[in-house]
């Protein structure tokens, strides 16, 4: 292996004569450097690497195995190698590399999860926005109100991509505080801090579902068994704010992140009330010392605390949020949502959105830059991923451009990018276990033959 095959690219390398053997102990040090930087130097005498902070510490050994070759990353077995010599300094371009999880419409296990953070920290991504609740299940457990899981969690069906046929199989599954505490530790120890995300007042109906008196008369009843926007909002009363603000205060208790998100996306027929219902949420988490952090819908909420804003219908909103003194993360659908289709090839599977290539993705650049932005976040959500094997498919590998977008400054050349994926990134993710799309389209079991999909 070579400094060349870095993934993301570091700031800067300086390759020096000789090797150092493989596995190698490795002398820590603290040093004065960017925020989550690090120093490796590496020199037929042994291996230093220096950091800012314990980010910088998993980032910099993130790069020696790297270096180490694919085999490095087997859980066991690593084959006999050798490091080259040189000197490594790095640190990111962004303090926000997200990636956003959807464990509401198909539910991931935890030890999906868990796995999931290895490869977000794999890639030195270093924010997990973890996307709980919505219309078609709620997964976090709160035990002062059971039923939002019991009943919340579960719905008896699932449409079948985006027909009207419904599978007639239930699906389900939640998390208790202690599974949420571990994911939370578990990705810490990576550099990832867990974002958890209540999607209200509307991707809602699961909590309707389990207590009916969050809704009005007209509110759906059940956990939607549908893809699409719901018309169905939460009631925007005092006792929907005092039951919300409970299910909040609980997730203060498991997620020490100083972002906390509220959703506030596609409500449709949404009124001053829910709007003010918005805000009296986002004010109740910055009572509790944190930053709310909501969808570019809320910016036409009057009023509102300082926010981090998720900029996804278009750039635009993430200027406009940034000019109302909002932080901004830009996750724009137009550009990094990786639920849409990879290829215009009508094989990909269940094939929504509009085409992200490889290509696309490598090629993002936000629309907005200075202080007010904190950094971009590329979407999983999974409608149409009910396994982590499609979960594998969509994601990888183009979150491996989206880490280079998010870590590196760039220029960047996608005629550069895609030798060093291709020869020597996919082979770490092939001993990873992550079954990724081939460059060339899927493989014969990657596809849904008849799986209707919604291209844009
Ligand atoms: C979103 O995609 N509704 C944030």
Redesign the pocket.
């Known amino acids: 292996m070579a400094f060349d095959t870095l993934l993301p690219r570091p700031v800067s390398v300086t390759p020096a004569p000789g090797t150092y053997p493989w596995p190698s102990t490795v002398d820590v040090r603290p040093a004065s450097l960017p925020p989550e930087g690090y120093r490796l130097s590496i020199s037929p005498s042994g291996v230093v690497l220096e950091v800012a902070d314990p980010a910088g510490e998993v980032y910099g050994r993130e790069t020696l195995r790297q270096l180490a070759g694919p085999a490095a990353f087997r859980v066991a077995g690593f084959a006999p190698s050798s490091l080259p010599c040189g000197v490594v300094e790095d640190h990111p371009r962004f303090g926000w590399r997200g990636c956003l999880l959807d464990v509401a419409r198909h539910f991931r296990t935890k030890a999906e999860v868990l796995r999931f953070v290895d490869l977000l920290a794999a890639h030195k991504l270093n924010v997990l926005n973890l996307h709980l609740t919505d219309d078609q299940g709620w997964r976090f457990e709160v035990p002062a109100f059971p039923r939002l899981t019991s009943v919340g969690g579960w719905r008896p069906s699932s449409m079948v991509g985006s027909g009207g046929e419904q599978d007639g199989r239930p699906h389900g599954g939640f998390y208790t505080g202690d599974d949420l505490r571990e994911i939370v530790a578990y990705a810490a120890s990576r550099a990832v801090t867990v974002v958890p995300e209540i999607d209200i007042p509307g991707?809602a109906r699961a909590a309707l579902a389990a207590y009916p008196a969050l809704g009005t008369s007209a509110s759906a009843s059940e956990v939607w068994t549908s893809w699409g926007i719901s018309t169905s909002l939460l009631s925007p009363v005092a006792s929907t704010l005092d039951f919300f603000r409970q299910v909040f205060n609980h997730l203060l208790e498991i997620f020490p992140s100083p972002v906390i998100a509220l959703?506030g996306?596609?409500t449709p027929g949404a009124t001053d009330e829910h709007r003010a219902f918005v805000r009296q949420l986002a004010e109740h988490l910055v009572a509790r010392g944190r930053t709310p952090m909501g969808?570019d819908e809320v910016l036409d909420i009057d009023g509102l605390p300082p926010m981090v804003i998720?900029a996804?219908?278009n750039e635009d909103a993430g200027v406009r949020a940034a000019s109302h003194g909002h932080d901004v993360v830009m996750?724009p659908?137009q550009h990094v949502?990786l639920d849409h289709r990879q290829s215009a090839d009508p094989a990909e599977p269940i094939p929504v959105g509009w085409v992200h290539t490889l290509e696309d993705v490598y090629a993002y650049a936000p629309a907005l830059s200075g202080e007010r932005l904190r950094g971009v976040q590329a979407?999983v959500?999974s409608e149409h991923l009910d396994s982590v094997r499609r979960v594998d498919y969509m994601a990888f590998p183009r979150l491996s451009a989206f880490a280079e977008v998010a870590w590196s400054p760039g220029p960047r050349d996608y005629a550069e990018f895609l030798p060093r994926l291709r020869d020597h990134h996919l082979p770490r993710l092939d001993a990873l276990g992550v079954e990724y799309r081939p460059l060339a389209g899927p493989h014969p079991w990657q596809t849904r033959p008849g799986v209707p999909g919604r291209p844009r």
């Open positions: 991707h959703g996306d596609e969808w998720g996804w219908r996750c659908e949502y979407q959500w």
